[in-house]
């Protein structure tokens, strides 16, 4: 299989725009968006991880997480992902027909999945992509408009990057860039309990070859309703730093705790009980995966 660092491929978000000099202006300015400096995040994160999970199982624990953070059992969160399978995984506001060719998909063990916030097609390789969930109380985001709600919940991520010597910025609404093309995507889900859940997935090296045949970029459409994935020249974090995928989640892990109090924390039992069934009832159930939208 032919792999590469960059490659036009669409991701998470709807935005179309070329990687050039003007990527990440404001619409009304002209001017790239300013990146906060993560002030205005909450003081107390606990940090999650753990061994490799479902597709599945990661996209309900969000969730799950979520009802802990805003019914205060917990401070506001952030999930690095381990994930046990290659993955696609689409927005709540697509149809499946128009974004994945599922023979394909299942002729290469390519787990299929929709997630229940907006925004494009994620192709995740859990050894050429990083994936991570801020879940904060929808009040530390009160007052911010989209595009700054987005700017925060990953400006210790851009931070982490550009410590790294990755020439990574912001650019509205949903996208970690370069001026070489873009590294990756968020989506954010403010539930009603009062916590919002900003999901997202950056690559670290591109493999062309398989994401092409699993996709159905560049293909005609099909004429499903839904939201159709941007088409973006991707660049994988890979061709900026001489170091290991595991070093730039370590990096995460350093940023996110400067200034900070960062508590490495477990999954509660109940959690873990919730995700498995909301998993079971919703992520894993092929209808949610195949509703139209």
Request: proline share 5%.
């Amino acid at each position: 299989m032919e792999r590469s660092r960059t490659a036009t491929v669409g991701s998470i978000g709807s935005l179309s725009r070329a990687a050039d000099p003007g990527v990440g202006r404001s619409s009304k300015s002209g001017a790239r968006l300013p990146e906060p400096d993560g002030a205005g995040l909450p003081s107390r994160f606990d940090l999650l991880e753990s061994r490799p999970l479902s597709i599945a199982l990661n996209l309900a624990l969000d969730h799950a997480v979520a009802e802990s953070v805003a019914g205060g059992v917990r401070p506001a969160a952030v999930r690095l992902w381990s994930w046990s399978e290659t993955a696609a995984v689409i927005g709540s506001s697509q149809s499946l027909s128009n974004e994945i060719d599922v023979e394909a998909a299942k002729e290469r063990g390519i787990a299929l999945a929709r997630r229940a916030s907006g925004g494009g097609t994620m192709y995740m390789d859990p050894a050429r992509a990083v994936a991570y969930s801020v879940i904060v109380p929808s009040a530390a985001l009160s007052g911010l408009s989209l595009r700054e709600s987005y700017a925060l919940c990953d400006s210790w991520v851009l931070r982490a990057l550009k410590e790294m010597g990755v020439p990574a910025f912001y650019m509205p609404v949903n996208d970690i860039a370069t001026l070489d093309g873009k590294i990756g995507g968020a989506a954010q889900r403010r539930l009603a309990g009062g916590a919002t859940i900003h999901h997202a997935v950056m690559s670290w090296e591109i493999e062309t070859e398989q994401l092409l045949a699993v996709t159905r970029l560049f293909r005609p459409d099909t004429g499903a309703r839904g939201t159709k994935s941007a088409q973006k020249k991707v660049v994988g974090i890979s061709s900026y730093v001489d170091a290991a995928r595991e070093d730039v989640i370590e990096a995460l892990r350093r940023s996110l705790a400067r200034g900070r109090t960062v508590r490495k924390a477990k999954y509660r039992p109940d959690e873990l009980i919730a995700a498995k069934s909301l998993a079971d009832a919703k992520f894993a159930d092929p209808a949610w995966l195949a509703r139209i939208p």
